[in-house]
């Protein structure tokens, strides 16, 4: 069992500091290339709209959602969802 032993190799050490960021930029970089995509045959207020549901849910995740368990978060979002559901 030579693996734990390789795990500290410093070869492997550097390449596993550089993956983590290298792997963040990729995806930072195709999101929006990504959503572009997906909302390609979307009309322009639709667009906006999407945009607006993930910034809020951007801001949900980063603020509120540490301060919530994951069950109240899950339940709020079922809330929120049943009500405007009902209103569309």
Do not use: C, N
């Amino acid at each position: 069992m030579k693996v734990a032993e390789q795990l500290r190799h410093p070869l492997l050490q550097a390449g596993l500091k550089y993956a983590g960021p290298a792997a963040a930029l990729a995806t930072g970089l195709a999101l929006p290339v990504v959503g572009a995509w997906l909302t390609a045959d979307f009309a322009p207020s639709a667009r906006w709209a999407t945009a607006a549901v993930a910034l809020v849910t951007v801001v949900v995740t980063r603020w509120i959602a540490p301060t919530a368990g994951a069950a109240r978060l899950g339940i709020v979002a079922l809330g929120v969802t049943l009500i405007l559901g009902w209103l569309w």
